[in-house]
Every structure is written in structure tokens, then in C-alpha cells.
């Protein structure tokens, strides 16, 4: 249950479901509660694919090129120290704000997307696979996966219905995105020391 509990966590605070809903009120301005509904769903949907395809092959992909998943675990636990960091260091520099007078009649999903799954949540999927990974099919990091999309659907959807105008983000968000970078950092520091203890064992 430990591990299931530890690959929803580091997954889910690589995604930032607060975050991405800042992000998504932000893409979709000026939308009709439709829109926003529908473009929810895509981008959980979509985001929800590449973290899939990254927790099933990523391993595959590692002995393709003949990397030791201890190796991949420091490497890995590093990244998300960086990420941890960063996510701490954005969340405390003041948002430019938009000019009322931006309305936007076409608008892209592309950024949201590019968020919840970045280069980094890739690499903390796969890193979660590899240290979880002692079946066919790394479980924790799929269930991991689909619990962060749940979240995030959730949350979106919720975004979809209720927010109207584009908002700074409240002290609430910032908090939380300080906390999940600090968590962030601890399952990095965790996956370095692991793999760290099991090369040298």
C-alpha cells in the first residue's frame, strides 16, 4: 500500500492539479462553460496518454539502452529535486497580470498540456515505474497515474464550471505549490538515496 500511497503522491505533485488550474483558467478566457467542459476533458485525456505510455514503457525503454534502474533512480531523484526547487521558486514570484482588455478568441491547450506532462512529470513517471517496478506491469505508477488524472479531472471540471475571469493566484495556490515542491524534493532525495544504498549493497 506504501508504494501505491508514494507513486500517487510524487506523480500527482508533479502534475499540480493547482497549477494546471491556474494554467486552464488562463487558456480558456472568454470560453463559454461548454468549451471550457470540453477542453477539460481533452487535456486531461491527453496528459492522461503520455503518462500512460511513459509508466508502461518506460522501463522498456531503459534496457533498450542498457541503463541500471539504480543508475536511473539517482538520475531520476535528482530531476526531481530540480523540479521540487523550481516549483518552490515559482510559486513565489509575483504573476504578471493580464490587461482586461485581452479577450482572445481562439486559444490553446498546448501549455496545460505541456505542464502536467513535461519532460519532467515523464521522468518522475518512469522513475516511479522503475522503482516500483517488480511485476509485468508497473501497477503503482499505472494506478498512480489514473488516481493524478481523477485529481486533476476533478479539478478542471470544477475550474470549467465556476471560474469566470482569469485570476491572479491566491496565497491558497501558492502555498500548495510550495508544499508539493517540497514533497517533490523529498521523493527525489528518497530515489537518490535508494539507489544510492542498493548500488552499493
Same mark, same amino acid.
Given at each position: 500500500m506504501n508504494? &501505491?500511497?508514494?507513486?500517487? !503522491?510524487?506523480?500527482?505533485?508533479?502534475?499540480? *492539479?493547482? @497549477?494546471?488550474?491556474?494554467?486552464?483558467s488562463e487558456c480558456t478566457a472568454g470560453l463559454s462553460k461548454e468549451q471550457r467542459t470540453t477542453a477539460a476533458i481533452k487535456s486531461v485525456v491527453a496528459i492522461t496518454i503520455?503518462?500512460?505510455?511513459?509508466? !508502461?514503457?518506460?522501463?522498456?525503454?531503459l534496457n533498450i539502452f542498457g541503463i541500471s534502474l539504480n543508475a536511473f533512480s539517482c538520475a531520476g531523484g535528482g530531476i526531481l529535486v530540480w523540479i521540487g526547487a523550481s516549483m518552490i521558486? $515559482?510559486?513565489?514570484?509575483? *504573476?504578471? $497580470?493580464? $490587461? %482586461?482588455?485581452d479577450t482572445r478568441k481562439t486559444f490553446s491547450?498546448? *501549455?496545460?498540456?505541456?505542464?502536467?506532462a513535461s519532460p519532467g512529470t515523464? #521522468?518522475?513517471?518512469?522513475? !516511479?515505474?522503475?522503482f516500483h517496478g517488480h511485476q509485468l506491469l508497473p501497477i503503482p505508477a499505472i494506478l498512480g497515474v489514473l488516481t493524478t488524472s481523477l485529481v486533476l479531472g476533478m479539478v478542471l471540471l470544477l475550474c470549467a464550471m465556476f471560474s %469566470? %475571469? #482569469?485570476?491572479? *493566484?491566491?496565497?491558497? %495556490?501558492?502555498m500548495? #505549490?510550495? &508544499?508539493?515542491?517540497?514533497? !517533490? @524534493?523529498?521523493?527525489?532525495?528518497?530515489?537518490?538515496?535508494?539507489?544510492?544504498k542498493a548500488f552499493l549493497a
Open positions: 508504494d &501505491y500511497i508514494q507513486a500517487f !503522491v510524487t506523480i500527482v505533485a508533479l502534475v499540480n *492539479p493547482a @497549477i494546471c488550474a491556474q494554467m486552464f503520455i503518462l500512460l505510455l511513459a509508466a !508502461v514503457a518506460g522501463i522498456s525503454i521558486k $515559482s510559486a513565489q514570484k509575483e *504573476p504578471e $497580470s493580464l $490587461s %482586461k482588455d491547450l498546448a *501549455p496545460l498540456i505541456l505542464f502536467g515523464i #521522468t518522475g513517471v518512469i522513475t !516511479v515505474s522503475a %469566470k %475571469k #482569469t485570476q491572479k *493566484p491566491s496565497m491558497a %495556490k501558492r500548495i #505549490t510550495s &508544499y508539493m515542491g517540497v514533497i !517533490v @524534493i523529498a521523493m527525489g532525495v528518497q530515489f537518490i538515496l535508494s539507489g544510492i
